[in-house]
């Protein structure tokens, strides 16, 4: 099993910074693919920022710029930094990864529980 935590949402100003956090952890034997989704109250849950399996980054159109995503393989660990903030920002995050517990298992989705990101006017 594979469990992700996420960890610095909160509460900021409009222009304002955060630093969320997602650590993945138990029987981890590689991680293909790991990054950010938000859902909105009312809406989808989209892709907001990850890494691909080559390595590269993907970032939806409203937030490039603002934020960036990087990892500490070591770790097992992302980071999205959350910068020039904006109401619409608001969100509850949630940490994605694609994971397998064995070599020849298959990769399985594993999600986070997820931590709320609220940015006020």
């Known amino acids: 099993q594979v469990h992700l935590v996420e960890s610095g949402g909160g509460l900021v100003q409009t222009g304002g910074s955060l630093r969320l956090s997602c650590e993945a952890s138990?029987?981890?034997?590689?991680?293909?693919?790991m990054g950010w989704y938000r859902q909105a109250p009312g809406k989808q849950r989209e892709l907001v920022a990850a890494?691909?399996?080559?390595?590269?980054?993907n970032y939806v159109d409203s937030v490039k710029g603002r934020f960036t995503i990087s990892r500490d393989n070591a770790k097992n660990t992302v980071y999205l930094q959350m910068n020039s903030l904006e109401p619409e920002d608001t969100a509850v995050y949630y940490c994605?990864?694609?994971?397998?517990?064995?070599?020849?298992?298959?990769?399985?989705?594993?999600w986070g529980q997820g931590t709320q990101v609220t940015v006020s006017s």
């Open positions: 994605k990864a694609d994971a397998r517990t064995r070599s020849y298992l298959g990769y399985f989705v594993y």
């Open positions: 890494f691909t399996s080559d390595g590269s980054t």
């Open positions: 138990g029987s981890i034997f590689s991680i293909n693919v």
